[in-house]
């Protein structure tokens, strides 16, 4: 049988562990056409949260029953495509489940044969290093002294934009909840500041020490009440790169807040959202830039690791509170086979 995690019932906001539900099902049959996936690492994003709502979005909502639509990097066990082979190892939308029988347009990423390993294709090699590699070079554009500004800056994507940013030159400052985040953003990402947002009284002076000649790209994880003090300290001609809104807990009903306009006219800023789809022809090259990074010790990371599908349910709401440490990832057997 094939163990997988269906929506139980829809969230309002956050998604808690009795949204969902563990399932039996059969194993899945490709059909023609198909390749059928053994998930070995599964991972959680903050992207999960907007696909199981019913507000607008980018993407269809999941419906009651579903398995719950999630990326994963596994090994093909058997192909009814010519284009892959038994042994492939692939990343892709295969959903928390053990085993996926899916088209090849689910595939994002064929993996090549390295040394490194399988789960950092959810992770610096993946969806999350992809983002940070397009959003802070292609979005912004940095340029050698230029101050970068990163909410949620330890997490897996804010870590890797932070480092980019260094590896082009810039000064780089994080904002981060708590103490240890902090530290994690000076002592393992490099920043050259870190600010934690929960811990200081007056964000705006914060900002103000950390950027004394204000901030000139600013890379966007959380939104609300935090990006609005961003935005007081833009200068002339800043880029802002807007990748999730992590802050925001329902958009049902629509959010009220401080109003942005009058900030990126005076400055002559611009403010640009975009998704890591938008860049799907390119995955290979940032990989390729990425894996070198890492191998040259440019770039490092944090893994955290759940044991089993049956952590999956609550995985979404630790990632929201803050409890992971690194990327949050779901280890199956098949990773220790």
Known sequence: MNHAVILARPPQAIPQSEHFALEERPMPVPADGQIWVRNHYLSVEPAMRGWLSDASNYSDPIHVGDVMRAFAVGEVVESRHGDFAPGDRVMGLFGWQEHA??????????????????SLYLGILGL????????????????????????????????????????SGCRTVGLAGGPEKRRQCLDEFGYDAAIDYRGEPDLDAAIARACPDGVDIYFDNIAGPISDAVLRHLRLHARIAVCGTASIASWD?????????????????TMR???????????????????????EGRL????????????????????????NQGKLLIRLPAAKD
């Open 300 to 323: 490092h990371y944090r893994e955290d690791i759940l044991e089993g599908l049956g952590e999956a349910p609550g995985a979404i709401a630790r990632l929201y509170s803050g409890q």
């Open 101 to 118: 029988a899916v088209d090849p347009s689910a595939i994002l990423l064929r993996v090549p044969d390295t040394d490194l390993p399988l």
């Open 253 to 269: 009903p629509w959010p009220q807040g401080a109003r942005p306009e009058r900030h990126l006219l005076v400055k002559r800023a």
């Open 128 to 167: 999350n290093g992809v983002t940070a590699y397009f959003g802070l070079l292609d979005i912004c554009a940095p340029r050698p002294g230029e101050t970068v500004l990163v909410s949620t800056a330890a997490g897996s994507v804010g870590s890797c934009v932070g480092q980019i940013a260094a590896i």
């Open 273 to 295: 959202g975009f998704l890591t789809f938008d860049y799907a022809d390119r995955f290979d090259e940032a990989v390729a830039q990425l894996s070198a990074w890492l191998r």
